[in-house]
């Protein structure tokens, strides 16, 4: 893994990293999940991996990487196999934490730079953000239609963040005890900062670098997907 | 009566009729059971004296009987759909709880820590599989 040292955060504790709880919720992602869970696990020892009903050997890859491995035998969206995640970290004792995505797109170093705010309580909650960080390759269409989504997020959730959808996030105990995300699929990004917003948790956000491999961007949402979000979430702010 | 008006009774009363079976049977909730009735004995109303709807119609300043079942209709088949919709959301809600439950209940642990080819200075290649007995 290439490690760019641009930016030091102190390494954490032994304690701390044994109470952090690293969910990565899974749908399809046979070809690289066990190599993510091994990766992310041998620095924390709690990885726990949600197989969101895939129809591939998803279960079967991240059985051989993660500590925990929990199958939704339906696939229910990446928001409700985040909250599986949660919810089940929590039951496990969790006090911190992280979520990560399965595609191999994130670094394990940055989560340290997620927890390590909240562990000093700084904060209650943690977002990644790829353009306060050095992220580089990010396609230009990509780009885009990532800074339209953080407009919507300005103007809708009335938050000032740089980043909308990034999927590294950090939560204390107290913070991932009161985020519901009942949005099953990707407007959930969305509806998770609402909550953030309402709950008047405090939240920072981190700069972290997305590597943006082939794979990611073939797994990665299409800006035409965007539309679609975006009708969802609305949908989801007007029906009970 | 037209041939017409002969076959939209036949038709309500029998539709008439399954309501009120279903309703005896406990087939169908006594309200919706006594509401469909209704329905269909107003229907009856309007095709054996279609003036009634005019009446109504004019009433609320609607030139024709015919335009204001059609306005109704409309009307009637959004609350539907809006109904249908919002069942349907909190049928998906549902499901998500369950399998959620029955993804933490059988959830797998892998109790082995991570095994010597784990180790970052010792794991060159990208595959190593676990060995798990």
């Known amino acids: 893994m290439a490690s760019d040292p641009t930016r030091k955060t102190p390494a954490l504790d032994e304690a701390v990293r044994a109470d952090t709880f690293v969910v990565i919720a899974a749908y399809n992602e046979a070809t690289c999940i066990e190599q993510v869970a091994r990766e992310v696990r041998r620095v924390y020892p709690h990885v726990v991996v949600v197989d969101d009903g895939s129809s591939d050997t998803t279960f079967e890859a991240a059985r051989r990487g993660a500590t925990y491995v929990l199958r939704h035998p339906l ?24 979520t990560f995505d399965a595609d191999g797109q994130h670094r394990v170093e940055d989560i340290q730079a997620m927890v390590a705010p909240i562990a000093q309580g700084l904060c209650e909650i ?5 353009f ?18 953080v407009l919507f997020t300005r103007i809708v959730n ?36 609402d909550q953030i917003r ?20 073939a797994k990665g949402q299409s800006s035409r997907n965007a539309i679609q979000i975006v009708v969802q979430y609305v949908l989801g702010k007007v029906m009970p | 009566m037209n041939p017409f008006q002969i076959i939209a009774l036949g038709v309500v009363a029998l539709l008439l009729l399954l309501s009120a ?16 009735m209704l329905l269909w004995l107003a229907a009856g109303v309007a095709i054996v004296w279609p003036d009634v709807t005019k009446v109504v119609a004019n009433a609320l300043g609607i ?17 539907g759909f809006l109904m ?11 499901l998500t709880l369950l399998v959620r439950h029955l993804a933490i209940t059988n959830a797998a642990v892998n109790t082995s820590p991570p095994s010597p080819e784990d180790d970052p200075r010792t794991s060159g290649s990208d595959k190593a599989p676990a060995n798990e007995a």
Not at chain 2, 21 to 32: S, Y
Request: hydrophobic share 45%.
């Open chain 1, 158 to 193: 009335r938050m000032d963040v740089t980043d909308a959808h990034n999927g590294l996030r950090g939560f204390s105990r107290t913070a991932a005890s009161m985020i519901d995300i009942t949005l099953d699929r990707m407007a959930h990004a969305s509806e998770l900062l």
């Open chain 1, 75 to 98: 696939n229910r969206g990446q928001g409700a196999a985040l909250q599986t995640g949660i919810e089940f970290a929590l039951l496990r004792g969790a006090k911190f934490v992280v």
């Open chain 1, 126 to 130: 943690t977002l990644g953000s790829r």
């Open chain 2, 63 to 79: 030139g024709r009987g015919a335009d204001l079942l059609l306005y109704c209709t409309f009307v009637a088949m959004m609350v």
């Open chain 1, 198 to 217: 309402s709950s008047g948790l405090s939240y920072t956000e981190i700069p972290v670098q997305i590597r943006y491999t082939e794979y990611s961007i």
């Open chain 2, 21 to 36: 079976v279903l309703l005896v049977k406990g087939w169908a909730t006594r309200r919706d059971a006594i509401l469909w």
């Open chain 1, 132 to 149: 306060l960080g050095g992220t580089k390759d990010m396609p230009t269409e990509r780009r885009r239609t990532l800074r339209m989504a």
């Open chain 2, 84 to 94: 249908v919709y919002a069942r349907l959301r909190r049928l998906r809600r549902e």
